[in-house]
């Protein structure tokens, strides 16, 4: 399955929406669109994931990466994640550092 | 093609006839083959020029250059030939009046600037003004001995003499070393009256053997073997070097006892200048030992209270004296005294480097307490600090979080500056040195899960499967060593991804499990080390490469210098190896390395060990210039005390173990926070504390108990079952699960085959019999919790 993205910016949130399978291959296009979001140093980071079926590590790091890049204080919450995904996202420890509903 | 030294510069030569040909044919070439413009000159009696011929062969040569005109603020060189050249330059037509090319020469010597060279017979031109030599050293023609005594001057016999900004030369046969004494003082920018000779008071450390002790006045032998003499006052103070948590303890009642010739003392004293040199008054003495000869730290337990005291300071710091031991609290940086400074940032790299020196003050000890802090350390790097990675089945770890406001920011890529937006190999291989310290008393496989992944990423992302040997740096996206967002780190190997897995955790890992897999890593990196490090181009290691191997002398603060305790570590792991895979080049190299490098990496005065210099020396220079300061810093002290004293242990010798004593001396006296708790970071060259910006810090990235703890409990190693033959025991704590094959290996370092045995065992505080003596494993028995193991070990007997 395919993976398609798209970023909408409102004020001080950016809103990520994910769909597909995000795997090693697709994981610099994600890298690229959260660098946009870190230039324009939003405090708010949320990533709807629930037509998201496969996260690649390389995708978690993309998020970590943006996560340290952020301002102090910004928050990633991601929403709507498969257990898989959550599953992906809880080895790499990451989930003590961002809100998932 | 060679640099040109007189560049710029300007060499005028008086000349009349009777010179002689091959001399002034010879500084014709020298002096214009360095650069130098080349001016005759002489008296032109209103002439455009005047032909002369030589003494020998009648040669003509043509003078354009009046010395009446001659303008000297333009002239750096001024030099009177031999032959008649002077004679005949000195004729005065009015006998009241000096010659013009006495005047000339009059007013050379009224400026320091200009160097004065005269040979042979030319110092009859300073006969009408003989104060310009008067006092002063000087060579000449044996036919103008007499001369020159008659002129005040001070006789010499040799070739060249220098005095200030006079060069004077016998006779024109020696015109080739004159000329070399003139350009050398040339090029040195100043002539030799500006010479910098310090004659003012200061305060300084010696560190020496005693040679004798009379009158109040000692003499010393320095390191490297210059006598000093050093006079006692009465207000001298004396005191035994002394351990951490141990009182001030005085020596000066015991002075007469203590002076005895080949006891070693460090003086901080008082340097003088009167009557031409240096009157040295000691302030206070520090001796090493009780009794001459004696040095406190090969005491058996020198090193194992020291750790002790170490894991104290640090436990109190971070979790306060006995309260629970809670990680949420864990601050990386730390203030002298060990509070914690407004910050709040948990590094991965201090927390595994005091989860090692917590493992080894219980391998130590025993104390229980220490292996409690290392076991939650390692729980804790586990569950905030471990990325896996399903997809390319590895570990990594994250640089550290940030616990601010309760909440935990992952600190992915480094937050240094060398390494930025990087993942730094250096950082993931110091998140392995606590675990597997740890792994070695415990065998949990959790650990040993985690080391093998992040062996994975190294062998995956790292590894150059090409050129051999480990890159530097990988981005954080990709995990690729060559992404262009790395910068100036892209395709990078250096010292620490090659060197640095062997000390760092790979001998302790394969110390623990005996696999050959770590044996062959081992001998991959030791023969890269072997194979790249040492150049031609100067008597350092290369410390930094591109992927294929060429040396990278740009890279941000390393350039082209040296890191002197890189350069020890490299020897004292490469004798650590001889132990495991033994290969003749890896001693010579070892043995190579220490021997030169007290001549390029301590200080032969005070005792210890400098830090960053650079590799080659500038023309001129003698001595490899420091980057940024001449401090020695705790670990690099670690490195050359280790180093000597396996290079001693393992056969080198009695030159090996002064210097790993002289080092120990030196660590001893000046870096132990006798006030505060723990070790200095660095201290200044004399051996005060330098307590400034970071070096204040008791918890910075390395300072965490990692070498300071590594020092305690290697130094004990080596001390007690290699130098001094002595038996030594240790802590293990293997748990229900640990260790695959249920046996616990407790060699403390890679040891030479067969001179060190297991002597006895002891389980839960009763003896044990399976063990195998030889191979020093226990064969762990099957149990529902953790097991207390103590093993002896023991010297084989020639």
Redesign the interface.
Known sequence: MSFTMKMNVEGDTATIRLAGELD?SS??DL?DLVTQAVGRQVGRLVLLLDELTYM???G???L??A??KLP??SQITLVGTKPEVAE?IR????D??IVMR | MREKRLAGRTVAILMESDFVEQELHYYQRRFTEEGARVEFLTRLWGQDSLTFHGHEYKEPFTVTGDLESADLSAIDVLIVPSGMVSDRLRYSEDVHELAPAVRLLKEAFGDPRIIKGVICHGLWLAAPIAEVVKGRRVTCHNNLVGDVHNMGALYTDQDVVVDRDLVTGRTAEHCAAFARMIIDLVAAGRPAETVYRPDFTFSDLVAGYVTGFERGEISLRTNDGRPVRVRLTSTTSAEFARNLSEPYLDASAHLEQLLTPGNYVFVKGIFYYENGSYTVEAKALTFLGRQPGQYAFEQPDWWVKQIHELGRFYRRAQFGDDGPIDYAAYRTMLRLGGEKADQHVQETDTISRMVYGMSSAYMLTGDEDFLEVAEQGAAYLRRHMRFVDRDEDVVYWYHGIDVRDGGERKLFTSEFGDDYDAIPMYEQIYALAGPTQLYRLTGDPRILSDIEGTLRLFAKFFHDPERGGYFSHIDPILLSPHHEALGPNRSRKNWNSVGDHAPAYLINLFLATGDERHAAMLEETFDLIVRHMPRKDSPYVQERFHADWTPDTTWHWQQDRAVVGHNLKIAWNLMRMMSIRPKDRYRALATEIGEKMPALGSDPQRGGWYDVVERRLAPGQHVHRFVWHDRKAWWQQEQAILAYQILAGLGGGEEFLRRARESAAFYSAFFLDHDEGGIYFNVLADGHPYLLGTERFKGSHSMSMCHAAELCFLATVYQRLLLDREPLTLWFRPRPDGFADRVLRVAPDALPPGRVRLAWVELDGSPYQLFDAEAMTVKLPDSASPVTVRAHLAPVED
């Open positions: 090693g994981a610099p890298n690649s590590s390389a978690v790091r993309c970590v990466f996560h340290q102090r204080g992906t080895l790499t420890g990451f003590r550092s």
